[in-house]
């Protein structure tokens, strides 16, 4: 596991068109989500240990933001020669699966166009598809000595927050933290 930070990116950015295969069966572009108030993009995979910590986060804010029209969708951009436990078919099974569009970046190119470095990776854009935000989750990470809980004062909800501050009809906070979590597997 290599641990990579994102680089930051220019704030008020215009989404990158993309048009993917999801595991529901459809095929996703920006414009599906264009009714949203904003759009969660998280490229993350199966294998790596940060996006298997990061699932159930982002299963849980979306449980609690899309019915308040924040949408969501994952995208795999992982080299599945390499590391088989990505392929489409992986992540068409349950154990991988998310209850929003789970799309596969077959080459990695929709990826490298965002400046995706690392699963997962988190960019937010508003209702004008703009970047509002692009960062870490939280501050748990794997293997960690003593995993944050909700509860901590010192626990940090960098995304949880970015999405309150958008629904209040706030921009999220200029500071953000990087993203962290495995390199992407591109492919050679």
């Known amino acids: 596991m290599t641990k990579t930070l994102s680089e930051k990116i220019k704030q008020g950015s215009s989404i990158i068109n993309f048009s993917l ?16 108030k904003a759009l969660v993009i998280v490229f993350t995979c199966n294998h790596c240990p940060y996006a298997q910590l990061a699932k159930p986060k982002l299963q849980y804010l979306h449980q609690r933001y899309h019915n308040q029209g924040i949408g969501f969708v994952a995208i795999n951009p992982n080299d599945d020669e390499a590391y088989p436990e990505d392929n489409f078919d992986k992540m068409k099974e349950e154990s991988f699966d998310y209850p ?3 799309l596969r970046d077959e080459s990695g190119k929709v990826a490298q166009s965002y ?10 854009y508003d209702q004008d598809q703009k970047l509002v935000y692009r960062g870490q989750i939280d501050d748990e990470r794997p293997n960690s000595d ?13 995304l949880k927050n970015a999405l309150e501050a958008i629904l209040a009809g706030h921009q999220p906070a200029p500071e ?3 993203s962290v979590g495995c390199s992407i ?4």
């Open 21 to 36: 295969p999801a595991t529901d069966g459809q095929t996703y572009t920006p414009a599906s989500f264009s009714d949203n």
């Open 100 to 102: 929003f569009p789970y």
């Open 115 to 124: 400046g995706a470095v690392c699963t997962p990776d988190t960019f937010i």
């Open 146 to 158: 003593s995993p944050l809980s909700d509860k901590d004062d010192n626990y940090s909800r960098d």
């Open 176 to 178: 953000q933290k990087p």
């Open 185 to 188: 597997k591109w492919k050679s």
